[in-house]
């Protein structure tokens, strides 16, 4: 029976499955098809969702269009990539704006003089001026005959357009993401338009998942297995919950290894975690050594990343012989989640932005042979935690930090000795010294009593971290404040959240914005040669624990996603480090915020790192996601 849907066309971006989940989170039904889908995948669709993507309209290369699609009587949503795609088949045209947007911007519903925008059902209950999402630096240049504009941002005349004749809405914007807060209201109201009655629940998800679960451990009539790579994060932790409920403890058998990127007493604490929620089906493996001398020596991030991948591998085939396991009875289980999948590349017209290590070639190797289960590879974080809670588990296990399989070898930059690059890092420069931020810092008068947030310098670090924007993986420099005497007179966040804005999204050589806590004085710093090395593994240890035992005092550990601390070879000393906080602020990974933490907690969490003495400079990572992803690496 042919369930109504809204079917949502995959482009490549990074969001278009959150698109779908958001729907089904607000009780539509919605399904993901290629955008060369045949009418006939359609059937049953009451609407259709232009996903976002990576590539620009023009290109050569795009994405197959089957464009029958828009000769349907069906109504047709486009977004970002989607609302560029319909202008230019409805006649219009796209080029590259003058000015890209990442991040948060401002929809309105009015002209620059104020004049109101013709009314839309799409927007209907919504408040404007709106906050939205952005993340593109190509925009619709002119109309297409019979639309007109409904909305538009300071630097995107056509972010929002209708031809309610035809049933065609686009916007610019990504509504499916949170920091877009009316996102979802606008997703019910193209439902409405549609016509879909809710017709989803979440409580369908556990069932469905349980039942796949069955489905692929008992196919060909044998009852396999499960061996299943058990980091003690949260993914993983709900997936082994899973497979115990669904196949029974007998049945699996998770395997903690601990790979020496851990956090500080990382892997005892989660032993003990897992035999007070009542596990006995599990074991830990001590193979830091093994880890260790597989990236030993490597600079390039997404080596590193591969190098992990590997090892997991390696270290579990070794496990198996000396159980004696058969290999034919066991599948190899992981907690991968979808933003997992597609930020390495998982969806046919996807960029790579980060190799995953639950996806490097040993492993798609076993996918293919049907060896692999991931019981949540369609899922979030959000939803995950939906389903540990519905099983039973403790917030101790479900609300903790996500923190990655290849732990904090990610969080450890390293560097070779060679020189950055020069000329980029001059364009850099040069970039950042053209953007004013004079507005974003006034000089203290009536407008800012009490507030001095004196802004000294303005600099460009010579290392360089990932990023996504656009939908595409970008490698580039972070940018530097540094203000006076800081923690006396600290900017306001919101006023450092717009000069982050501001600059990546004006320069081409720049993808985060990072602000000076505190830097040793007396000798300069430059460049050191360095790699994830035991004893940088332990100073990243020291800083991180300092860290999550400051934010869990003051309350603030559960009010963000998640902290990284990232170990820079940055440094005035030879053995020394540079430091940088990164807790952010996220529901489901694809986006995310900088977390605007209490300054007070903030200056003690300075002060200790500073007498570990192994520390010479602490910045702190104002970028939100795009266009930085959540690590360096």
Not at 29 to 54: C, D, F, K, M, Q
Not at 258 to 280: C, L, V
Not at 570 to 591: F, K, N, Q
Request: hydrophobic share 40%; aromatic share 8%; glycine share 8%.
């Amino acid at each position: 029976m042919t369930k109504d849907k809204i079917v949502v066309l995959d482009f490549g971006s990074q969001y278009a499955h959150l698109i779908a989940k958001r729907l089904r989170l607000l009780g539509f039904y919605s399904e993901i098809a290629l955008p060369s889908a045949p009418i006939t995948e359609l059937e049953g669709a009451r609407g259709v969702i232009l996903s976002g993507g990576p590539s620009s309209v023009y290109e050569k290369d795009i994405p197959r269009f089957n464009s029958d699609i828009l000769k349907l009587d069906l109504p047709v949503l486009g977004l970002c990539y989607g609302h560029q795609l319909m202008a230019m088949e409805s006649g219009g045209t796209v080029a590259r704006a003058e000015v890209g947007e990442f991040g948060i911007a401002r929809l309105h519903a009015t002209e620059e003089d104020g004049t109101p925008l013709p009314e839309s059902p799409l927007f209907t209950g919504l408040d404007f001026p709106a906050q939205v999402w952005m993340s593109h630096q190509d925009a619709v240049a002119t109309l297409p005959e019979g639309f007109r504009v409904i909305g538009r941002t300071a630097d995107c005349p056509y972010a929002a357009l209708e031809n309610t004749e035809k049933k065609r809405w686009s916007l610019q914007c990504h509504i499916e993401v949170k920091d877009t807060p009316q996102g979802d209201k606008l997703l019910a109201n193209f439902a409405r338009i549609c016509g879909m009655e809710k017709n989803w629940s979440q409580d369908q998800v556990l069932e469905r998942v349980m039942e796949e679960i069955r489905a692929q451990a008992n196919r060909d009539g044998r009852e396999r297995k499960v061996l299943l790579f058990l980091s003690g994060g949260v993914d993983s932790t709900v997936a082994f919950a899973l497979l115990n409920t669904a196949l029974g403890q007998e049945r699996v058998l998770g395997l903690h290894i601990d790979n020496g990127f851990m956090r500080k007493n990382e892997s005892a604490i989660i032993a003990e975690r897992y035999r007070e929620a009542g596990f006995t089906n599990f074991m830990v493996e001590d193979a830091s050594e093994t880890f260790l001398a597989a990236v030993a020596g490597k600079i390039d991030p997404q080596k590193k990343r591969m190098a992990v991948g590997e090892t997991f591998i390696t270290v579990r085939d070794t496990v198996v012989a000396r159980l004696g396991l058969n290999e034919d009875d066991w599948l190899l289980g992981q907690g991968t989640l979808y933003p997992d999948i597609i930020e390495s590349g998982g969806s046919q017209n996807a960029h790579v932005i980060k190799t995953h290590h639950n996806r490097v070639d040993g492993i798609q190797a076993l996918i293919e042979k049907g060896l692999i289960i991931e019981p949540l590879r369609d899922l979030y974080k959000d939803e995950v935690r939906i389903l540990g809670k519905n099983l039973g588990l403790d917030d101790e296990l479900v609300y903790r930090h996500p923190f990655p399989g290849p732990g904090l070898s990610i969080n450890v930059l390293c560097q070779d000795g060679t020189p950055a690059d020069e000329a980029a890092l001059s364009r850099a420069r040069e970039e950042l010294s053209r953007i004013n931020l004079a507005a974003a810092f006034p000089a203290c008068d009536t407008a800012c009593p009490g507030r001095t947030p004196a802004l000294t310098a303005t600099d460009v670090l010579p290392v360089k971290s990932v990023g996504v924007q656009g939908d595409y993986r970008t490698y580039r420099f972070p940018a530097v404040l540094r203000f006076a005497d800081i923690f006396t007179a600290f900017p306001a966040w919101s006023d450092l959240e717009a000069a982050s804005s501001k600059i990546t999204n004006a320069s081409k050589e720049i993808n985060r914005t990072i602000v000076n806590l505190w830097e040793r004085h007396g000798k300069p710093f430059s460049l050191r040669e360095g790699y994830c090395t035991r004893d940088r593994l332990d100073q990243t240890r020291e800083a991180d624990a300092i860290v999550l035992e400051e934010l869990k005092n003051a309350g603030w550990y559960t009010r963000i996603f998640q902290h990284l601390t990232i170990h820079l070879p940055w440094a005035a000393e030879g053995g020394h480090a540079s430091i940088v906080l990164r807790p952010v602020v996220s529901e489901d990974v694809m986006t995310a915020r900088f977390a605007h933490l209490d300054i007070a907690v903030l200056e003690r969490i300075v002060e200790r790192i500073k007498a570990t003495g192994f520390v010479d400079a602490i910045y702190y990572d104002i970028t939100n996601k795009p266009p930085a992803t959540f690590g360096w690496e």
